[in-house]
């Protein structure tokens, strides 16, 4: 398995505004996900994350409302630009370790806009 | 149109009986299916999976059944103990390392 961090664990902003949320795995990973959780909902998968290119993002999600850094192997940011009150959520990353299809995540960071 | 359904948002089940968490898919190009559980402000922890070659896996008091006709899985859990309150969240993965997540079931242990 992998110890994962998230910063910060929860925060409340003013809509307009902008968050940056870190990932810093213990180990070096090739794959990394965010994901959102909106209240009652499932985890959505927003983007993959690979280091040494662009990540790729799903359906319904776009670059310019969530950029993704990958400086490296062990971390990875994402931000939340110009957050409304429906960006109210909790937003974990994952990683895989390449062994298997399991996934293991961070704590989540939880946003409230306001 | 959700691919992974958990059609009960919550289950109370007493100490020492077996919970019961059911699960169905829609995709049948799913070829791997999990289960995770989930605390209060921890992320998803990891619990049990099993391949579409399998119909059943077991870990310890963790059961997962599949039936693959019926696009169907469970979760067993006997006998059930306190600490197993949380959400469970069922996923299926189609070899794309993308992981399709449930919208999770409550679980309640009671004394």
């Known amino acids: 398995s992998a110890v ?3 910063k910060p664990s929860r925060d409340i902003c003013q809509r307009g505004t902008s968050l940056t949320i870190q990932c810093q795995v213990d180990s070096q990973v090739t794959m990394m996900f965010w994901y959102r959780q ?14 040494g290119s662009e990540a790729t993002y799903e359906s319904g999600f776009v670059i310019d409302k969530f950029p993704i850094s990958r400086p490296n192997l062990t971390f990875s940011t994402l931000t939340v630009s110009n957050m409304s009150p429906e960006d109210s959520s909790i937003y974990l990353c ?3 370790l390449g062994q298997s299809y399991e996934q293991y995540f961070g704590p989540g960071t939880r946003l409230t806009v306001t | 149109d959700q691919q992974v359904k958990q059609n009960s948002p919550s289950l109370s089940v007493q ?3 077996i919970s019961i968490l059911n699960c169905d898919y ?8 999990l289960w995770y559980k989930k605390y ?19 870990d310890g008091r963790f059961t997962v059944f599949l039936n693959k006709s019926a696009k169907h899985l469970s979760l067993h859990i006997v006998p059930s103990q ?8 069922c996923a299926a993965s189609d070899r794309d ?11 309640h242990i009671l004394p």
Do not use: C, H, W
Not at chain 1, 38 to 51: E, K, Y
Not at chain 2, 26 to 33: A, L
Not at chain 2, 97 to 107: E, N, S
């Open chain 2, 15 to 17: 100490e020492g009986r």
């Open chain 2, 82 to 89: 306190p600490g197993d309150s949380a959400v469970y969240f």
């Open chain 2, 26 to 33: 829609t995709n049948s190009m799913f070829d791997y299916f």
């Open chain 1, 94 to 96: 994952s990683v895989d």
């Open chain 1, 4 to 6: 994962i961090s998230q």
């Open chain 1, 38 to 51: 909106q209240p009652g909902q499932s985890l959505t998968l927003i983007a993959t994350a690979n280091q």
């Open chain 2, 97 to 107: 390392d993308k992981i399709i997540f449930g919208k999770g079931t409550r679980l």
């Open chain 2, 40 to 58: 209060p402000a921890e992320g998803p922890t990891f619990l049990i999976s099993i391949s579409s070659i399998k119909d059943k896996n077991e």
